[in-house]
């Protein structure tokens, strides 16, 4: 599958430390599930182990006095030590007995009196015995403690040694999957900058936003939870098989039937989930657009009594988000605790049917310690299998959030190039250039014309007619469907776009302010533009007359699109940034269209320092901003329709004149 395997290679970015984890984690199992071991090893050699053949000695270790007799259980004899006559120990009821002979027949026991009965097939069997008493049977008890704490010592041990790796592995899977996630942010929102910005015309910023922070947090509960159950299930399975191999293979290999289950399972589940989580990750996305585009217009929302729709609009999208997470939720509940119930009825029933089946004889019968060691490795089984199936939402919420941000990542984005060019002369040419957003629908059609260097070329049309689509054009925001345009000659599409616009500016009619100070969005964090030349850029522009009253200067802090400033604060701030750079070819879309008339008048000041020496480009709507200019290019429906200076198009009484005459008609229809 294609994102597993980006998965797998985001993975492989940092594989020394999830290795590292993996073997804490190996070895941290492999000391859990000693513990069986051990507490077979308890059972069966020191607490039933005392059934075992005991032996007449002489005083010495590990002996025993009973009746001023000393005996010695038979495993506990060195090689050269005599052994006397043998006798048993045995449990009937709830009372030990004492036989001072060979018990070899394995059967029902029963105590009458003195005389101990066993019964097998029929046959029946007597032995003389004494019951022990609590502190004889203690007495007999005495060497298996040493033997018992030691182990039990050795087990806590191995439970310390367990938790100290479980830690360690814990903490470095984190510790990947969070730089993981880092590095995986970092991709998408560099890859994002380079996009082009024909990708963001159809696509809201709150579902960009959305890939960034939502569907990455989802991947990283893959590497943090997931992979850690999985990879700490699937080392339990194994070592419980191993485990399990060892002690009763039969048992080991019924116990194989849980695999081809949970394969099944793990099929039915992603089948339903993985259609249920694409419309939950894309919920969220639309939830997170429309919160992003309510904040942005809140003022408009309110000032037309839009609150009712607009919350039921985002109702209707929280509502199908909450229809399919309890679908997720009942798929979760069905597939989870359930399976895992079934599987241990399975196990369990395999397991009596087994054993059950069997005669109880000496050489098939099963040991406490052994039955408790199967048992609780059964348990121990069914334990990571229900840590792998609960697992399953989170691993189907983890493919499709990276499906969806390995999406945007796949977009064709623009190549980013270090070169540097020289300064631009300035000379700008657009050769029967046409251009369509969409396809076969034009925008601009056959446009054609020169612009020399240091001449002022303005662009007015009625809304729609082209002019911030030359200008886009021009920044290779877009490349032309036709034609060709050049800058010195040198066609535009041969340079890297960010070397193209090293030595390109412009204003926006609404300038977009960063969070930050004033100072470092005037440059923007170029380390080569320094006070001084802010300040001397804001001053060429008249910004410090406006600005001056604001408490901390240029370190004023700027929230997210400057809204604490007025318009006019943020367009002379905007001017600044333009100065600061120094660019060739500078391009001012509609910069005075919404600020006031002294702001203007201080801006148009501003604006003949910037243009000098420069390349200028101005898109405007008053057309009283732009009689100075050297050409002006009057467009309609995506063409060139009049050329020429203020006073020419004037006089040739066509189009220009008319939307001049139309515009002095309303000032003074405002003034009067």
């Not at 997931?226 to 399975?237: E, P, R, Y």
């Not at 395999?350 to 408790?372: D, E, K, P, R």
């Amino acid at each position: 599958m294609k994102i597993v395997k980006k998965l797998y290679q985001y993975a492989c970015l940092y594989k020394k430390i999830i290795i590292a984890a993996l073997i804490m984690l190996s070895i941290s199992v492999a000391a859990d599930l000693a513990g069986p071991f051990v507490a077979k090893k308890v059972i069966d050699s020191h607490v039933l182990g005392i059934e075992s053949p005991w032996y007449e000695t002489a005083k010495s270790k590990d002996a025993v006095s009973y009746q001023d007799t000393w005996y010695k259980r038979g495993s506990y004899f060195a090689d050269n030590e005599q052994k006397g006559q043998e006798v048993r120990i045995l449990q009937t009821g709830t009372k030990f007995v004492f036989v001072e002979e060979l018990v070899p027949f394995e059967g029902k026991r029963t105590l009458t009196d003195s005389t101990l009965s066993v019964t097998k097939n029929n046959e029946t069997r007597e032995y003389e015995a004494q019951v022990l008493s609590k502190r004889e049977l203690m007495a007999f008890y005495q060497p298996e403690i040493s033997r018992i704490a030691l182990l039990l010592a050795f087990y806590l041990g191995l439970v310390i040694l367990s938790s100290i790796f479980q830690y360690g592995q814990s903490y470095y899977l984190q510790k990947a999957a969070n730089r993981i996630i880092q590095r995986m942010r970092n991709d998408i929102f560099t890859h994002i900058s380079r996009l082009p910005i024909r990708y963001f015309d159809n696509l809201p910023a709150g579902k960009v936003v959305a890939r960034i922070t939502n569907d990455t947090e989802a991947i990283r509960e893959l590497y943090v939870t997931v992979l850690a159950n999985f990879f700490s299930g699937t080392i339990n399975i194994i070592g419980v098989f191993i485990a399990l191999y060892i002690l009763e293979p039969v048992i080991a290999l019924i116990a194989l039937l849980v695999i081809p289950i949970l394969v099944v399972w793990t099929y039915v589940y992603r089948k339903f989930a993985s259609k249920y989580n694409q419309i939950i990750r894309a919920r969220i996305s639309d939830i997170n657009g429309m919160i992003n585009e309510s904040i942005s217009g809140m003022s408009i929302i309110q000032a037309f009594s839009r609150e009712k729709d607009t919350e039921k609009s985002f109702e209707k999208m929280n509502h199908e988000h909450f229809t399919y997470q309890n679908k997720m939720l009942n798929l979760n509940s069905l597939t989870g605790h359930n399976m895992v119930s079934v599987l241990r009825n399975i196990a369990l029933v395999a397991f009596i049917w087994y054993f059950g089946g069997q005669s109880l004889t000496a050489s098939s019968a099963v040991s406490l310690g052994m039955l408790y060691a199967i048992v609780n490795l059964i348990n121990r089984l069914l334990q990571p299998v229900q840590g792998i199936v609960n697992q399953f939402a989170n691993l189907e919420q983890a493919l499709v959030a990276g499906e969806r941000a390995f999406s945007l990542l796949d977009e064709p984005g623009i190549r980013v190039s270090d070169g540097k060019i020289n300064r631009y002369q300035g000379d700008v040419e657009f050769k029967d250039v046409s251009f369509a957003y969409k396809e076969d629908e034009y925008v601009l059609k056959n446009i054609s014309f020169t612009a020399k260097q240091g001449e002022t070329v303005a662009l007015v049309g009625h809304t729609g007619s082209g002019k911030s689509s030359i200008m886009n054009l021009l920044f290779r925001f877009y490349d032309p469907s036709k034609g060709t345009v050049t800058i010195d000659g040198r066609d535009i599409t041969e340079i890297p776009h960010q070397t193209l616009r090293e030595h390109m500016g412009i204003v926006l009619q609404d300038p977009y302010l960063f969070t930050g100070t004033i100072a470092s969005n005037i440059n923007l964090g170029n380390e080569n533009i320094s006070k001084e030349k802010i300040e001397k850029a804001l001053r060429e522009v008249g910004g410090d007359t406006v600005l001056n009253h604001l408490p901390l200067g240029l370190d004023e802090p700027v929230v997210e699109k400057g809204s604490t400033l007025s318009s006019g604060q943020r367009q002379l701030i905007s001017f600044a940034r333009a100065l600061a750079f120094d660019p060739a070819i500078l391009i001012l879309d509609e910069a005075t269209a919404s600020i006031d008339t002294e702001t203007e008048a201080i801006i148009q000041q501003g604006m003949d320092v910037l243009k000098q020496g420069r390349t200028t480009f101005i898109i405007a709507h008053r057309l009283s901003t732009i009689k100075n200019a050297d050409q002006i290019l009057v467009l309609d429906k995506g063409r060139i329709v009049e050329k020429g200076s203020h006073d020419e198009l004037i006089a040739s009484k066509g189009k220009y004149h008319q939307m001049y005459e139309l515009q002095k008609g309303k000032n003074k229809g405002l003034a009067g």
